[in-house]
């Protein structure tokens, strides 16, 4: 059971929310904040809120802006990571990129090339960015991998 502690201590405390043990008038037996309403009250109260046309719009514009500061990438990113890891994930993304790879050519075409292409500067395999489209021929020379394009790198012969 929580402490009972009245509005008047939890001012002066500075709290937020204060517990009196009493129900509310809808039957919620939970802290009240300090402006008098009761939690669980307010949760159904924005819950419904966020269900009308007028809160998803609200809604989706805090979330459009938040996603933009530097704590949303983050979060965005700890929250990717942790849904990736798990089972049902890796299962999505390999759909996901199976899918996208019967679909998108220029997409397999990019996937297979950084796999099997080393650029001499650098230990990791090629990474090209989705937003390019680079004009792009390969051709087999004497058992090297020739690529026509300047950005790629800046030697145009590879090892295969």
Known sequence: ??????????????LKRYFTGI??????????????????CDSIKS???????????????FFNNFSKTEKGKALNRKSSNEYYSTRKGKDYK????RKRRSIDIPYKIRENISKRVKCPQTTNHLNIPSSVSVPLIVSPVNSKLLVHTSTLCSSNVFDH
């Open 23 to 40: 129900k509310c008038k809808y039957g919620h037996l939970s802290e009240r904040y300090i402006n008098g309403s009761c939690i669980v």
């Open 47 to 61: 819950a419904r809120y966020y269900k009308t046309p007028k809160g998803k719009k609200t809604r989706a514009v």
């Open 94 to 97: 390999k759909n996901y990129q």
């Open 1 to 14: 059971m929580q402490k009972i502690i009245t509005k008047q201590e939890a001012l002066t405390k500075g």
